[in-house]
């Protein structure tokens, strides 16, 4: 079966849903339906027109820190999908635009439906306090068997403004990839 097959119709579904909106691909370099992790941050942001993925390797800061935690951690490219709690471009003039709960509340059902498609996932990383608000409802749907992890998001300017975040970030990390391969 093609990993990701199960992945292009569910975004074809949202697209066909929203036609107003963009949503980008799941990059076919990363695990797909066969993934073990799914990383979620906030939202795609303007770099994303470039590739139309989200991806690791977009040309953009957060998605190289993203790379250089991955990589550093020795966790393998195709054990994670990387996703956003709004799945979709919100950016205005070529700027990240920050969801606001109320969209994080209503997105947070696309995140559920990712779940259940992906039979191999053990665990959730919600990447930032953005992805972090969409906890309550992966708790509040029973799913205990999945682990679900919390950690800062590698946009550079949260890792520039305080120096021990890029170490936070590194342990976090190492422990997901522990958890994954222990």
Known sequence: MDKMRSLNVFIEKLRLEHPNRKFPNFDPNDGGSNAQIIFVLEAPGPKVLDTYLISRNNPDQTAHNMRYLLQTANIKREDTLLWNVVPWI????????????????????????????????????????????????????????LKIFKTLHPSPKWINRHPNNKLKLLSNFHEIASYLYS
Request: aromatic share 2%; hydrophobic share 40%.
């Open 90 to 145: 919100i950016c205005e003039n070529g700027r990240n635009v920050t969801p606001v709960k109320q969209e994080i509340n209503e997105e947070a059902n696309y995140l559920i439906q990712l779940i259940k498609i992906l039979p191999n996932v053990k665990a959730i990383v919600l990447v930032g306090k953005k992805a972090q608000m969409a906890e309550k409802h992966l708790c509040d749907i029973g799913l205990q068997q």
